[in-house]
């Protein structure tokens, strides 16, 4: 912790911590000062999965179309801010799932549109799987149209997962707090119901 004094010089600053602030000002956290060379690396081609191989809690990046918009409405939050939601079907040539959409991803939620779903998540809401972009994911058009029909007998969002702790030894004496934290939360299918409530 620094106690600025105009009428100070530099040298006065504890060197332990960084030598003098002249110091650090110099040779602050500069790359090509300290010798390393800064080079880009080349991007990783996304791999793009289908709804068929999607599994419970997991993150995809995917293509979908939009069959049905099944609820568009705005309510209020806690704090009286009004959000906006809404809820998508959509699918691929393999198969369809619930897509949930909020704010100002609603904007998107338009019957036969192609949406490019980057990091999406294929989330667990009340037993069901429900596909959410986070801030971490992206939402945006398609403007390729790699199939024209969607699949609708293979509902992802019909199959009940019901949640199983497993647990994993791990090999040496640990705390109670780490022992907690070695049981692994899975999913698994249940059954599949013929007219899912909308969630």
């Not at 332990?16 to 990783?44: D, F, H, W």
């Not at 704090?79 to 691929?92: E, T, Y």
């Not at 971490?136 to 199959?159: C, D, L, Q, R, Y």
Request: glycine share 4%; net charge positive.
């Amino acid at each position: 912790v620094f106690f600025f004094n105009d009428t100070a010089t530099t040298e006065i600053y504890t060197r332990s911590l960084v030598g003098s602030v002249r110091c650090v000002q110099e040779t602050g956290i500069n790359a090509e000062y300290m010798g390393y060379k800064m080079e880009s690396r080349p991007l990783r081609k996304a791999i793009f999965e289908k709804i068929k191989d999607f599994e419970p809690q997991r993150h995809y990046n995917t293509i979908v179309k939009i069959v049905k918009v099944e609820s568009l409405v705005e309510i209020k939050r806690v704090d009286s801010v009004p959000m906006k939601m809404a809820i998508c079907l959509v699918g691929d040539e393999t198969g369809c799932a619930k897509l949930f959409l909020k704010e100002a991803q609603t904007a998107f939620a338009k019957e036969g549109e192609y949406l490019v779903l980057r990091n999406v998540q294929a989330r667990i809401v009340k037993e069901r799987i429900r596909l959410e972009v986070s801030i971490w994911g992206k939402i945006e058009k398609s403007a390729e149209k790699k199939f024209t029909e969607v699949n609708p007998k293979n509902n992802i969002s019909e199959t009940e997962y019901e949640a199983v702790h497993e647990h994993q030894p791990l090999p040496f004496s640990i705390t109670p707090y780490i022992l907690s934290s070695s049981y692994k939360l899975s999913y698994f299918a249940k059954q599949t119901i013929s007219s899912p409530s909308l969630h």
